[in-house]
């Protein structure tokens, strides 16, 4: 028997037995045939309607958990890049750039490196913005490592098209 059969056998067994039941306590013949429909019907679709209620409000809170990291995580050769558009430029964090290049330099050598496009958050973060990065990749001493050649392409395919669209709109 499959599982919706089950459920109609269900309801129309707790349906008899609302019948008899609400009878037994002297209602008419129509009152009793409303209160096994009533019952029939919740047997049959309230599960349905608090799967339903369910989902969403799963849907929702998964929404509500990874809103703030939606669309700024990118990753390359398994590293994550933390990306973001402040509507003008677009920034990244350096930390994920050293672990790329496997160049273990400091903030500030690499913050002279890309000079005048770079910041600090209040967390004492350095970012860069990611074309003087590309830049900065084409003019690298290392420019023609393959790993070196495919983060400047995946940089400026994933990451500056993308943002340079949203920019236009």
Same mark, same amino acid.
């Given at each position: 028997?499959?599982?919706?059969?089950?459920?109609? $056998?269900? *309801?129309?067994?707790?349906?008899? +037995?609302?019948? %008899?039941?609400?009878?037994?306590?002297?209602?008419?013949?129509?009152?009793?045939?409303?209160?096994?429909?009533? *019952?029939?019907?919740?047997?049959?679709?309230?599960?349905?309607?608090?799967? *339903?209620?369910?989902?969403?409000?799963?849907?929702?809170?998964?929404?509500? &958990?990874?809103?703030?990291? !939606? +669309?700024?995580?990118?990753?390359? +050769?398994? =590293?994550?890049?933390?990306?973001?558009?402040?509507?003008?430029? =677009?920034?990244?964090?350096?930390? $994920?750039?050293?672990? &790329?290049?496997?160049?273990? !330099?400091?903030?500030?050598?690499?913050? %002279?490196?890309?000079? +005048?496009?770079?910041?600090?958050?209040? /967390?004492? /973060?350095?970012?860069? /913005?990611?074309?003087? &990065?590309? !830049?900065?990749?084409? /003019?690298?001493?290392?420019?023609?490592?393959?790993? =070196?050649?495919?983060?400047?392409?995946?940089? !400026?395919?994933?990451?500056?098209?993308? $943002?340079?669209?949203?920019?236009?709109?």
């Amino acid at each position: 028997m499959t599982r919706p059969q089950r459920a109609y $056998a269900l *309801a129309v067994i707790v349906a008899l +037995g609302l019948m %008899a039941l609400v009878h037994s306590w002297g209602y008419g013949p129509l009152y009793v045939l409303g209160v096994a429909a009533a *019952a029939a019907l919740a047997i049959v679709f309230l599960p349905r309607w608090i799967i *339903a209620l369910g989902e969403q409000a799963s849907d929702g809170l998964h929404a509500q &958990v990874w809103k703030r990291a !939606e +669309g700024r995580h990118h990753a390359f +050769g398994g =590293v994550t890049f933390d990306i973001v558009d402040d509507g003008r430029h =677009v920034w990244m964090h350096g930390d $994920a750039l050293k672990r &790329v290049l496997a160049r273990p !330099e400091a903030d500030d050598v690499l913050a %002279a490196r890309i000079s +005048g496009k770079w910041r600090i958050d209040e /967390r004492q /973060r350095l970012w860069l /913005r990611v074309d003087a &990065v590309v !830049e900065h990749l084409a /003019r690298f001493p290392g420019r023609m490592d393959p790993r =070196v050649q495919k983060l400047r392409r995946w940089l !400026e395919r994933d990451v500056l098209y993308p $943002a340079g669209r949203r920019h236009a709109r």
